[in-house]
């Protein structure tokens, strides 16, 4: 059987997909562009135009290049690096297996835990509860948040705080380290692991577990952080609920929090606001206060960032309060219980 032809190697990535986009046709590169960065549009598009001509083999290689990588990424998502060379090896041989999990990997940067992110929560927690915290918060801080949020609210209420501060705290991480903890959870990606430091956690990453546990979990760790940590738990709670998300209440809620804001605040604040934000806002006013609110801020002018941003961080610090004092309820889409 011949050998199918392969892309001549001094070709770019950017020349084959170029190729790639000529041969999709229209319709498809259209759909593709949607997904891409500005600057990629525009460098892709600039080699389209200066593609002059294709031979047939040579689309063919790519086109077949295109598929083989996009088998191998479907094989790793389904089952690890090693399901995947196994696979590729049987259709493909073992060096172009190997040819095609480097390019992938090269250009795509797998995570390690990939294979932990696709375990059940539940199964995954009676996995890694007994491990030290560290380890915890090294797993918690590779997997989504949702995830992450249900084994931390399953987590002693003595270890979740210890866990969420350790992953609040975390900034670079061992490529070394991350491979001894994957050979203890028999991880099949440990060869993926980059040489540079990996960035993972930090405050950002509690942040979005913490906006998806429930309410008693999230008070719990946020108390505790309080006292051990209290610029640490200043700067989660600061993120925790930003202006824009006055969208997540309903305007039973934002009714209660206008009562108790003021004028001068909300003017502001709505100043630096989005659009619908903004409708949100005037929506549960009256017509005439919210006709003078438009006013105000039409008349006040151009209006400092600074400002703005304290203005609207009153606003949420009303809102936490008439939270906290289980006056209104911010619709979080995880374990809550629900109001009827």
């Known amino acids: 059987m011949a050998a199918r032809p392969s892309a001549d190697q001094n070709i770019s990535g ?3 997909a170029a190729i790639l986009m000529i041969a999709l046709g229209p319709e498809k590169s259209a759909a593709i562009f949607k997904h891409l960065k500005e600057d990629e549009v525009e460098e892709l598009t600039l080699e389209i135009a200066n593609t002059r001509s294709i031979t047939p083999q040579l689309k063919e290689s790519v086109i077949n290049e295109f598929y083989q990588v996009c088998l191998a990424q479907q094989y790793i998502a389904e089952g690890g690096i ?4 196994e696979l590729l090896e049987k259709s493909f041989g073992s060096e172009k297996a190997m040819d095609v999990i480097g390019k992938l990997t090269a250009s795509l940067q797998v995570k390690p835990f990939e294979f932990v992110r696709k375990a059940d929560a539940a199964q995954l927690l009676n996995f890694i509860q007994d491990e030290h915290p560290q380890t ?3 797993i918690l801080s590779y997997l989504a948040p949702g995830q992450a949020a249900i084994i ?14 350790r992953i609040a705290v975390m900034d670079r991480t061992s490529p070394d380290v991350i491979k001894e903890v994957e050979k203890v959870l028999e991880s099949k990606l440990s060869s993926l692991v980059n040489q540079d430091y990996t960035i ?3 405050v950002d990453a509690v942040v979005e577990i913490l906006n998806t546990v429930d309410r008693g979990t999230e008070k719990h760790i946020m108390e505790t952080l309080e006292i051990e940590e209290p610029e640490l738990a200043d700067e989660i709670r600061k993120k925790m609920f930003v202006f824009e998300d006055i969208l ?5 809620a934002i009714q209660r929090v206008l009562r108790d804001v003021d004028n001068s605040d909300l003017a502001i604040a709505l100043k630096g606001s989005n659009e619908e934000v903004q409708n949100a806002i005037f929506n549960n006013l009256s017509k005439r206060l919210a006709v003078m609110i438009k006013e105000d801020m039409e008349f006040m002018g151009p ?21 906290d004092a289980a006056e209104i309820v911010i619709s979080r889409g995880g374990g809550d219980e629900i109001i009827v």
Do not use: F
């Open 82 to 85: 090693n399901y995947a060379k």
């Open 303 to 323: 209006v400092r960032m600074k400002d703005v941003e304290e203005a609207q961080q009153k606003i949420v610090n009303i809102i936490r309060k008439l939270e």
């Open 152 to 165: 931390v609210s399953a987590l002693p209420p003595d270890r979740q705080a210890d866990v969420t501060k």
């Open 200 to 202: 993972i956690g930090g």
């Open 248 to 252: 997540l209440l309903d305007d039973r």
């Open 14 to 16: 950017i020349q084959k």
């Open 136 to 138: 915890i918060a090294l």
